[in-house]
T-cell receptor
Framework: SQQGEEDPQALSIQEGENATMNCSYK?????LQWYRQNSGRGLVHLIL?????REKHSGRLRVTLDTSKKSSSLLITASRAADTASYFC??????????FGKGTTLSVSS | NAGVMQNPRHLVRRRGQEARLRCSPM?????VYWYRQLPEEGLKFMVY????????ESGMPKERFSAEFPKEGPSILRIQQVVRGDSAAYFC???????????????FGDGTRLSIL
């Protein structure tokens, strides 16, 4: 069954703007991860946030986690055309398999 | 490039044929995961293997699909008697220890796009 659900499904912004994507999940987790997928390619790991963490930064990325609401957000600041991709959140399942949402398709135009 | 290598990148089969997808994990990784992605969908877990062992195959269809990770060589995902519904992108990922439970990210290959005629 689908664990993570991203929102919005699609997002179009201009270069330099910020992009915010949200993810909701259903069951308790060990951690939540965000991945990026460029068209025709595999997934690239962006950031992992543990269940006891509330916020994490990596370069232009900021991830928050609210376990009481079972939700997470990914913020990309000062977006670039190269950020155009699909973004997926993934939660673990018994510490092995990742369960992915359907993703948010981000388009950044110059 | 010492990343996860999958081959072939594209595979075309006719209904009823067999498809074999290969995955070489990153160097030093002994855990392999297979996922399937349908168009406009996220990835769906299929199977998790360690060397010579299937640890979790809860996402694998009971018939026609099998996976192995031998002591030597790549992991193989095998689909027998393929049907049109098997058309999808199949991704392999690897990790150095038990996946995300130990807070380890999984590293993905670029996938095999399987098309069934």
């Amino acid at each position: 069954s689908q664990q993570g659900e991203e929102d919005p499904q699609a997002l179009s912004i201009q270069e330099g703007e910020n992009a915010t994507m949200n993810c909701s999940y259903k069951t308790s987790i060990n951690n939540l991860q965000w991945y990026r997928q460029n068209s025709g390619r595999g997934l690239v790991h962006l950031i992992l946030i543990r269940s006891n963490e509330r916020e994490k930064h990596s370069g232009r990325l900021r991830v928050t986690l609210d376990t009481s609401k079972k939700s997470s957000s990914l913020l990309i600041t000062a977006s670039r055309a190269a950020d155009t991709a699909s973004y997926f959140c993934a939660t673990d399942q018994a510490g092995t398999a990742l369960i992915f949402g359907k993703g948010t398709t981000l388009s950044v135009s110059s | 490039n010492a990343g996860v290598m999958q081959n072939p990148r594209h595979l075309v089969r006719r209904r009823g044929q067999e498809a074999r997808l290969r995955c070489s994990p990153m160097k030093g990784h002994s855990h392999v995961y297979w996922y399937r992605q349908l168009p406009e969908e996220g990835l769906k877990f299929m199977v998790y293997l360690q060397k010579e062992n299937i640890i979790d195959e809860s996402g694998m269809p009971k018939e026609r699909f099998s996976a192995e990770f031998p002591k030597e060589g790549p992991s193989i995902l095998r689909i027998q008697q393929v049907v049109r519904g098997d058309s999808a992108a199949y991704f392999c990922a690897s990790s150095p220890s038990v996946g995300s439970g130990n807070n380890q990210p999984q590293h993905f290959g670029d996938g095999t796009r399987l098309s069934i005629l």
